[in-house]
Each structure stands twice: as structure tokens, then as C-alpha cells.
């Protein structure tokens, strides 16, 4: 079954702890990216990759890193989360001009 | 960025019903795009319309697309409570698989 799965779907943390959420695709899809979703400002998105090794930035990429060292994964990584991060985190792989979404990784930073 | 929104941002109607959403977008795009989001889970994906199309339809789904108005609507027919949820357009400029969304438009249907 195609699917994008993101890991974890919860995660409650604390400020300035690192963390890591995993994004994986099983359809060889190139273009991979990560979105926020937040109350009143709808999707925005944080980094997207064209391929292996190409990443860039979205619309709000301060506080967030990538990495795409093989096709499949995409993980975010959060360096020092603050509250501001607090948000609903989705993964997306992309074949030609549709867009697969992943099941959603609620984040909580206290 | 494709800026952008939909609206309106909620609608409410009755089961068997219509239901009209737009979404207006401020430069050129390559595609549109309609998603649907079931509260909290992924996006899903619905229809696609390209700038050189004027109306596509799938199932209860029908969406035009005026690029003169920067706009789009999505009209479903016939709705049902299944169909409550949040929709959203994605678009996306020339050569690119970057989607930009606005704040979607929460649908409830009422049985």
C-alpha cells in the first residue's frame, strides 16, 4: 500500500531538547516536504526536497533542519524546540502534481 | 509564494444539499488543487484542475477555475455527513511541486 508514514504521532517534549520526527515514503517519489499546521494560518511549509541531498527552504524554516541522505526518508529535525514549535507537523511525497500526506505528528513543546 | 485563500472559512448545511467553497490566489499558477482534511489526519487528495482547464469533475466534485479572477471554486453536490471536514486548495507555480495552502474551509454537514 503507498503510504507516507510519520513517526511519532504524539510527542510531548521540553524546551531545548532535540528531537527528530521521521518521515518515510515507499512510492520512490523525489520531492518530499514537511508543513506546520497551526490554528487561524492554515499549512505552511517548512522545507522541501527535490531529490538525494537537495533541500531548501519553505515559507517558515527558522528552528527546523533536514536531511535526505536516501529517497525514502525525510526527517525533521527540531535542534532546540521552543513553544512556538508547538504544532500539528505533516510530511507530504509528491508524484508528478499530486500530493500524499502522512497521517500527522502532533508536537508539544512545554 | 502562491498567497492565497479560501473561503468562506466555515460553512454549514444541511445533508442533500450543496456546498460552494472558493479559493482566490494572487500570481500565475500551473495547477490547482483541492484537499480534504478529516479533523487532525493528512490532507487527502481530491482533484486536480490545470491552468489551461476551465472545469473538471469527479464524482459529486466540480471545480472551475477562472485565471483572469485568480479563482476556483469547488462545488460538491448532493452532500452528506462524510463529507464534513476542512477543504483545502494547494497551488502550485510554473515548474514547481511547491504547494502553497491558505486556511481552508471547515464544512459541516448536518444529518
Known amino acids: 500500500e503507498a503510504q507516507v508514514t510519520q513517526n511519532p504521532r504524539y510527542l510531548i517534549t521540553v524546551t531545548g531538547k532535540k528531537l527528530t520526527v521521521t518521515c518515510s515514503q515507499n512510492m520512490n517519489h523525489e520531492y518530499m516536504s514537511w508543513y506546520r499546521q497551526d490554528p487561524g494560518l492554515g499549512l505552511r511549509q517548512i522545507y522541501y526536497s527535490m531529490n538525494v541531498e537537495v533541500t531548501d527552504k519553505g515559507d517558515v524554516p527558522e528552528g527546523y533542519k533536514v536531511s535526505r541522505k536516501e529517497k525514502r526518508n525525510f526527517p525533521l529535525i527540531l535542534e532546540s524546540p521552543s513553544p512556538n514549535q508547538t504544532s500539528l507537523y505533516f510530511c507530504a511525497s509528491t508524484r508528478g502534481d499530486e500530493a500524499f500526506f502522512g497521517q500527522g505528528t502532533r508536537l508539544t513543546v512545554v | 509564494s502562491q498567497q492565497g485563500e479560501e473561503d468562506p472559512q466555515a460553512l454549514s448545511i444541511q445533508e442533500g444539499e450543496n456546498a460552494t467553497m472558493n479559493c482566490s490566489y494572487k500570481t500565475s499558477i500551473n495547477n490547482l488543487q483541492w484537499y480534504r482534511q478529516n479533523s487532525g489526519r493528512g490532507l487527502v487528495h481530491l482533484i486536480l484542475?490545470?491552468?489551461?482547464?476551465r472545469e473538471k469533475h469527479s464524482g459529486r466534485l466540480r471545480v472551475t477555475l477562472d485565471t483572469s479572477k485568480k479563482s476556483s471554486s469547488l462545488l460538491i453536490t448532493a452532500s452528506r455527513a462524510a463529507d464534513t471536514a476542512s477543504y483545502f486548495c494547494g497551488r502550485s507555480g510554473a515548474g514547481s511541486y511547491q504547494l502553497t495552502f491558505g486556511k481552508g474551509t471547515k464544512l459541516s454537514v448536518i444529518p
Open positions: 484542475i490545470r491552468s489551461n482547464e
